[in-house]
């Protein structure tokens, strides 16, 4: 995810979304910005956010497979 510096206000873009499945088959949308970290969402159109997904264990081991591959679904 790049992020562009407007003087006053920096941008962070998304270089992509990624549609993530957990091993007891629910499925989580996520976009990925190197420095910051995952977005964890319910919908691909991020409007619905997954607070506290830290504290599932399913997510976190699909976030952890993610990273582990080199950040590549």
């Known amino acids: 995810m790049p992020c562009l510096d407007f003087g006053n206000a ?3 873009v998304t270089a992509g979304w990624y549609r993530m499945r957990t091993a007891d ?3 989580f949308f996520m976009d ?4 910051l970290g995952p ?3 319910k919908d691909r159109a991020a409007t619905r956010g997954i607070d506290n997904w830290w504290d599932d264990a399913g997510i976190c081991n699909a ?3 993610f990273q582990l591959r ?3 679904a």
């Open 10 to 12: 920096i941008i962070c």
């Open 25 to 27: 088959g629910r499925y």
């Open 39 to 41: 977005s964890i969402y």
């Open 63 to 65: 976030v952890d497979w």
């Open 32 to 35: 990925w910005h190197d420095y």
């Open 70 to 72: 080199g950040n590549r």
